[in-house]
């Protein structure tokens, strides 16, 4: 991932899904990769999946020192599944409310509040209705580093999915249709996919996406409530910022790391915080172009 997007790594075919297949395909990336591969660690620092089995447990043996983690959307989708299960016998009625409990539990912001929720998903009285939901649950649970949005970090920089890869290559390489065998799939992913990705890094390298740049000014514009007197500098790269809303809320912005004690910059995103401490940083003034704050 950068600033233009995500950089495809490799992409590997397999005859099918089996864990032989999918670690044979990682054996190989891996030594294409090289053991100074990512930042000389050799590993990435986590793959996110979905919930498949054999593709996880082949990750974890050929990358024994990535984290498996798990995309929120599949587990969700995977959850709604199970919830429209006839055979879980799950009134049509409670299915809403005890997926909103599942969402209030991956979505928790501070593992306190995960924690408080797994226990409302466990006390509720819709959930005590359905044995079977709570032993789901429990078994979930167990996994929560995986899926819980309050365990991850701020390396994540706030992405939670794999949906927008998936959609890149099956929505727009593909449009979603089918290869019937190999050689219309190779021919996709060296003619059509290398096609999209150097036209939307050349755009990207002349300037002729806005998005990234809109999204700045966007955040910039809201941290106009900021005074220079009002942020505190702590050291080099720690700032302390009062909050717009709370009274006394005080946010902490670490410049080197990309992170801030925000709902939002904890888990490694951009805010409005950080945004207000660049352009201290940077000297930039409010009445400057956003292509010169941000060039
Ligand atoms: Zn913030």
Same mark, same amino acid.
């Given at each position: 991932?950068?600033?233009?997007?995500?950089?495809?790594?490799?992409?590997?075919?397999?005859?099918?899904?089996?864990?032989?297949?999918?670690?044979?395909?990682?054996? @190989?990336?891996?030594?294409?990769?090289?053991? %100074?591969?990512?930042?000389?660690?050799?590993?990435?620092?986590?793959?996110?999946?979905?919930?498949?089995?054999?593709? #996880?447990?082949?990750?974890?043996?050929?990358?024994?020192?990535?984290?498996? @983690?798990?995309?929120?959307? *599949?587990?969700?989708?995977?959850?709604?599944?199970? @919830?429209?299960?006839?055979? *879980?016998?799950?009134?049509?009625?409670?299915?809403?409310?005890?997926?909103?409990? %599942?969402?209030?539990?991956?979505?928790?912001?501070?593992?306190?509040?995960?924690?408080?929720?797994?226990?409302?998903?466990?006390?509720?009285?819709?959930?005590?209705?359905?044995?079977?939901?709570?032993?789901?649950?429990?078994?979930?649970?167990?996994?929560?580093?995986?899926?819980?949005?309050? /365990?991850?970090?701020?390396?994540? #920089?706030?992405?939670?999915?794999?949906?927008?890869?998936?959609?890149?290559?099956?929505?727009?390489?593909?449009?979603?249709?089918?290869?019937?065998?190999? !050689?219309? @799939?190779?021919?996709?992913?060296?003619?059509?996919?290398?096609?999209?990705?150097?036209?939307?890094?050349?755009?990207?390298?002349?300037?002729?996406?806005?998005?990234? #740049?809109? *999204?700045?000014?966007?955040?910039?514009?809201?941290?106009?409530?900021?005074?220079?007197?009002?942020? !505190?500098?702590?050291?080099?790269?720690?700032?302390?910022?009062?909050?717009?809303?709370?009274?006394?809320?005080? /946010?902490?912005?670490?410049?080197?790391?990309?992170?801030?004690?925000?709902?939002?910059?904890?888990?490694?995103?951009?805010?409005? *915080?950080?945004? !207000? !401490?660049?352009?201290?940083?940077?000297?930039?003034?409010?009445?400057?172009?956003?292509?010169?704050?941000?060039?």
């Amino acid at each position: 991932m950068n600033a233009g997007g995500a950089v495809p790594l490799a992409l590997l075919i397999t005859e099918g899904q089996t864990a032989e297949e999918y670690t044979s395909v990682f054996t @190989l990336l891996k030594k294409a990769i090289g053991e %100074f591969g990512f930042g000389g660690l050799g590993s990435p620092y986590c793959f996110l999946t979905d919930d498949s089995d054999a593709e #996880r447990m082949s990750l974890g043996n050929v990358f024994p020192n990535a984290k498996l @983690l798990l995309c929120i959307f *599949h587990i969700g989708q995977s959850i709604w599944r199970w @919830l429209c299960n006839a055979k *879980h016998n799950i009134l049509e009625e409670d299915r809403p409310i005890l997926f909103r409990l %599942f969402q209030q539990m991956y979505s928790a912001r501070s593992t306190i509040q995960a924690q408080e929720a797994f226990e409302l998903t466990n006390t509720s009285n819709i959930s005590l209705k359905y044995l079977n939901w709570i032993k789901y649950m429990s078994k979930y649970w167990e996994r929560k580093e995986c899926w819980c949005v309050a /365990y991850r970090d701020t390396r994540m #920089r706030g992405n939670q999915t794999n949906n927008f890869t998936v959609r890149i290559f099956k929505d727009i390489i593909l449009q979603r249709y089918k290869s019937y065998n190999g !050689v219309i @799939l190779v021919d996709s992913i060296c003619t059509d996919e290398e096609k999209y990705y150097v036209d939307k890094y050349s755009d990207y390298a002349h300037g002729r996406i806005d998005k990234k #740049r809109f *999204h700045l000014q966007f955040e910039f514009d809201k941290s106009k409530y900021l005074k220079k007197e009002m942020i !505190v500098k702590k050291d080099d790269d720690n700032f302390l910022i009062p909050s717009e809303t709370i009274t006394g809320k005080i /946010y902490e912005v670490d410049f080197t790391l990309g992170h801030c004690t925000c709902e939002i910059g904890r888990f490694g995103k951009i805010c409005k *915080h950080q945004i !207000v !401490v660049y352009s201290l940083h940077l000297n930039i003034s409010e009445d400057d172009t956003a292509e010169e704050r941000y060039s």
